[in-house]
């Protein structure tokens, strides 16, 4: 008996899904950590009618974030493409295209941001400009690090990935707390957050100089680049990160227009609580997305990667769910403090809103990276409904993360009702081998 659990455990490490993402989950969890050291930080430093301010930009943040987001998982998808094809010329060249692009793309929304600061500053109830603008400048300097670290990605490259990710996470929390102390309050949060962001870009350049350096072997045969293909793919790419985006960060500015100051930092507490399990589930999809992507392109298996990764966010989801199930007052009141304590009987309801955002999430990018795009459909519908919920009801804390869970329940139903509809589909359409799987 002992002598078949070791071989399992021998397998499962050779595996390069689990072995991978043990890695980015080590890396990520230790990141993660790390910035939520940051949000209890500021949570306490702050108090709940600032911290809810706080919050509330930095779902902004998120939102300004959408652009970031699909730029990474296209990256990703053609760099994991090109690389498993051998075609490192065409990496450099994808690469150095990006580039052009985001630099011109990336001026003109923000240009477009700031014209629309004076109706954000009315809607979120600030009586200045000055966050906002920060808050823009940091979206646009995230361009240039997502564009690395999609790099990296593409490149199966995670542990000098998660490095970056660490070093960034430890100097915005350093910083914030210095700043914080020396009188910056909400501003100095953000500027954190703003300068942290530049220290991790200029630490990735040093890695991705070393992967465009490299001699990879290439195929005499040559591809022409159609950037048209990238479009085709971006835009339902960016459907579903917008999508998604949403569902996590819009309950959070709507709840800051329609609660009371006091309600709204609760409930940005509690939000912050619940994406721990999105947190520690996210490395695996990181993970399999790049993997799948390649595999896909190669004509190889791909289908128990979704099954194997799905059961490890379930489990995780489970995990962290349990906790806050059996012991709310211990995390409110170890995390956030007594301040936040009568928030603790809503925090059970956040765990199971972000478990079905996790699994909702995986599904959808496990079908964005063998192209199955209209998919991206479900996650628009679903995040309409939520705002549009939202806006009808919203009495109390307990109503909105109610509208969430249903919103995400309905859409984890629809999408595993489409997965089981195309799944003998997809056994037909694409080559299935359980020796290539694992």
């Keep these: 008996m002992m002598k078949r659990f070791w071989q399992i455990v021998k397998d499962l490490i050779k595996n390069r899904l689990v072995a991978d993402s043990l890695v980015v989950l080590g890396g990520g969890m230790v990141a993660n950590l790390i ?127 998660t490095l970056v990710g660490l070093a960034t996470a430890l100097t915005k929390l350093i910083l914030a707390i210095i700043f914080v102390c020396l009188g910056l309050k909400i501003p100095g949060a953000l500027l954190a957050i703003l300068l942290s962001t530049g220290i991790g870009y200029l630490i990735s350049i040093f890695f991705v100089r070393e992967l465009t350096k490299s001699k990879f072997s290439t195929n005499a045969m040559k591809i022409d680049f159609d950037g048209s293909g990238v479009l085709s793919f971006a835009l339902p790419t960016f459907l579903s990160i917008s999508a998604f985006t949403s569902l996590y960060t819009t309950d959070v500015i709507l709840a800051r227009h ?29 993970v399999m997305f790049p993997m799948v992507s390649e595999r896909h392109a190669l004509g190889g298996g791909y289908l128990t990667l979704l099954k194997f990764s799905l059961m490890i966010v379930l489990l995780i989801s489970a995990g962290v769910s349990f906790i806050y199930l059996f012991f709310p007052k211990l995390m409110i009141l170890a995390l956030y403090g007594r301040e936040y304590l009568s928030a603790s009987p809503h925090l059970k309801f956040f765990a199971v809103f972000l478990s079905l955002y996790s699994l909702s999430f995986l599904l959808v990018n496990f079908y964005l990276s063998i192209r199955e795009v209209r998919v991206v459909v479900l996650p628009v519908i679903a995040a309409i409904l939520q705002i549009v919920l939202i806006i009808l009801f919203h009495q109390n804390l307990a109503q909105v993360v109610w509208i969430s869970i249903i919103t995400l329940g309905l859409l984890l139903l629809s999408l595993l009702l489409y997965s089981f509809v195309n799944y003998g589909k997809a056994q037909k359409t694409f080559a299935f081998s359980r020796r290539s799987c694992l």
Excluded: C
């Excluded at 014209?115 to 240039?144: C, D, K």
């Design 35 to 161: 910035n939520y050291l940051y949000h209890l930080s500021m949570g306490r430093m702050l108090g709940p009618g600032d911290y809810g301010v706080m919050a509330s930009l930095i779902s902004v943040i998120y939102l300004g974030g959408i652009p970031l987001s699909v730029l990474s998982l296209v990256m990703v998808k053609y760099i994991s493409t090109f690389r498993g094809k051998k075609q490192m010329l065409m990496v450099n060249f994808f690469y150095r295209w990006i580039i052009k692009k985001v630099i011109y793309f990336g001026v003109i929304g923000l240009i477009v941001f700031l014209f629309f600061v004076p109706l954000m500053a009315r809607f979120l109830h600030l009586n200045s400009y000055q966050l906002l603008i920060i808050v823009g400048l940091t979206s646009f300097l995230s361009l240039f690090p997502t564009v690395t670290s999609a790099m990296l990605q593409g490149f199966l490259r995670f542990n000098w990935n």
């Design 258 to 286: 329609f609660l009371s100051a006091r309600e709204a930092g609760f409930y940005a507490a509690l939000a912050t609580l619940g994406k721990i399990v999105f947190f520690a589930s996210s490395p695996v999809i990181t």
